[in-house]
């Protein structure tokens, strides 16, 4: 049984897409909610994670949104990250790539919008986060022209735990006046994701 923290739309969504696939009960927590979350995570950031050992009631704290996906995929049988050999390492590039290259880019946005006041500067700010986004969605782009038309995602056969992060992030910069361009590939890579039942479900879990 799992409890997992969350803020709506944020990088915990693609945790709750995972749990959702491998069939596991997961309870969410909003952490607005939450009167002191930093005694959970000192960081304050979602996801966190907690793993409730049913045969000795023993529950463990898990952090850091690729650490927490890669433990659930090494726990649970599933079809998100291939089993062994180099598509297993292109997985877990991949993984790393969304959540500490992608991830961070698109947080430059957030950042820029809460801490810079002036006008031009903020502006200037947006374009050249915006432009180091885009440029990410091109690599992204290459990597899924490595693959067959059918076969449109980030870690060969299947949609993988790296398109479901980065399909997360890729909600976030309708939230800003910026610009990003995401190539036709990543597009439809990203509307499958969209179209998963445990994506709907997410969503509507999170309200
Ligand atoms: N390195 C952390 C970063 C997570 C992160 O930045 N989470 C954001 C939401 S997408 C958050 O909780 N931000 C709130 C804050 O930093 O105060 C991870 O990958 O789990």
Known sequence: MYTLYYSPSACSLATQVVLHELDQQV???NVSK???FSAINPVEAVPVLIEQDQSNGQSHTYTEGAAIILHLL???QNSLLPVAGAARNIG???ILFANATMHPAYGRLFFIAQHIEDEAVKDLAFKAAA???STL???VEQQLAKNSEEENFLAGEGVSAADIMLTVYSRWGASFP???SIGERSQKMIDAVLAMPSFKRALAAEG
């Open 137 to 139: 969605w091109q690599v």
């Open 131 to 133: 432009k180091m986004i």
């Open 92 to 94: 877990i590039e991949q």
């Open 34 to 36: 939450v009167e002191n």
């Open 74 to 76: 090494d726990r649970h």
């Open 178 to 180: 910026v610009d990003i």
């Open 27 to 29: 309870e969410i927590i």
